[in-house]
């Protein structure tokens, strides 16, 4: 049985990158840059909630257009049965459109994302995200994500990254560390996390990942995160408020 879903995931994952050479094949001559990636994830974890607790792939391909817009295409896909679906199935397919800004020296972006889950009984619903990097040796990004569909809630975040030398390794490059820090309106906190009604700190994760070349066109990053609700409300109300993910990504860019 196992053994089985190893074979459809691989299937599926060929399927995936042949489609993806294709249209990249096709999309070179116009300029267009695409970027691919088949992520693995022992947990599935989103601002502190747990998704689903069982290991997911998530592969994702980004088409972009010389003028910086971007369209994404991001799924879940469980690898075993658990409470958020079936082996085997899609429970989460997502299609963003981003732009990038710039506003004075720093860099920025606006997007919409349309979040579908397929095969469960959750609703689709849409964001509205901005976001402003002001750069620097820790790189802190300040974002905001609006639902305009469901909870019609914001959710604030302000995340930083540093980059230090591996001792390790010539293929190794540098360990990025990384924190963000979550903030919900009551609107958002009630619709995600089922409490009463009202803004709080919602979590904090925590994450470190390294980058190692796998030939000339791919990448592999593993990674480990840490993840912790913060509000005691909100902890009491989940079964899990504190989560590890290990995760692993192939990437390559076309």
Same mark, same amino acid.
């Given at each position: 049985?196992?053994?089985?879903?190893?074979?459809?995931?691989?299937?599926?994952?060929?399927?995936?990158?042949?489609?993806?050479?294709?249209?990249?094949?096709?999309?070179?001559?116009?300029?267009?840059?695409?970027?691919?990636?088949?992520?693995?994830?022992?947990?599935?974890?989103?601002?502190?909630?747990?998704?689903?607790?069982?290991?997911?792939?998530?592969?994702?391909?980004?088409?972009?257009?010389?003028? /910086?817009?971007?369209?994404?295409?991001?799924?879940? =896909?469980?690898?075993?049965?658990? *409470? %958020?679906?079936? !082996?085997?199935? &899609?429970?989460?397919?997502?299609?963003?459109?981003?732009?990038?800004?710039?506003?004075?020296?720093?860099?920025?972006?606006?997007?919409?994302?349309?979040?579908?889950?397929?095969?469960?009984?959750?609703?689709?619903?849409?964001?509205?995200?901005?976001?402003?990097?002001?750069?620097?040796?820790?790189?802190?990004?300040?974002?905001?994500?609006?639902?305009?569909?469901?909870?019609?809630?914001?959710?604030?975040?302000?995340?930083?990254?540093?980059?230090?030398?591996?001792?390790?390794?010539?293929?190794?490059?540098?360990?990025?560390?990384?924190?963000?820090?979550?903030? /919900?309106?009551?609107?958002?906190?009630?619709?995600? =996390?089922?409490?009463?009604?009202? *803004? %709080?700190?919602? !979590?904090?994760? &925590?994450?470190?990942?390294?980058?190692?070349?796998?030939?000339?066109?791919?990448?592999?990053?593993?990674?480990?995160?840490?993840?912790?609700?913060?509000?005691?409300?909100?902890?009491?109300?989940?079964?899990?408020?504190?989560?590890?993910?290990?995760?692993?990504?192939?990437?390559?860019?076309?």
């Amino acid at each position: 049985m196992k053994f089985r879903k190893v074979i459809s995931c691989v299937v599926a994952i060929g399927c995936i990158v042949m489609a993806a050479g294709a249209v990249m094949a096709q999309d070179e001559a116009a300029g267009i840059s695409n970027s691919l990636s088949v992520a693995y994830a022992s947990k599935y974890v989103w601002r502190g909630l747990v998704l689903n607790p069982e290991p997911v792939m998530q592969p994702s391909l980004t088409l972009t257009l010389p003028s /910086g817009l971007s369209y994404n295409y991001w799924a879940s =896909y469980n690898l075993q049965n658990s *409470s %958020a679906g079936g !082996d085997g199935q &899609v429970v989460e397919a997502d299609h963003t459109l981003n732009y990038p800004v710039k506003l004075g020296q720093f860099d920025g972006s606006v997007g919409y994302s349309y979040w579908s889950y397929p095969n469960t009984a959750a609703h689709s619903t849409s964001e509205l995200s901005a976001n402003v990097c002001f750069g620097g040796k820790f790189n802190p990004t300040v974002s905001v994500n609006y639902d305009v569909d469901q909870t019609k809630g914001a959710y604030y975040s302000l995340g930083a990254s540093y980059a230090c030398g591996l001792p390790f390794g010539r293929t190794a490059k540098d360990l990025g560390l990384s924190v963000k820090v979550g903030f /919900g309106d009551g609107r958002h906190n009630e619709g995600n =996390y089922g409490i009463s009604r009202k *803004s %709080a700190l919602t !979590d904090v994760s &925590v994450g470190a990942s390294t980058e190692f070349a796998l030939g000339e066109k791919f990448t592999l990053i593993p990674s480990i995160t840490y993840s912790r609700i913060l509000d005691s409300e909100i902890r009491d109300a989940l079964a899990d408020p504190d989560n590890f993910v290990i995760g692993a990504a192939v990437n390559s860019s076309f």
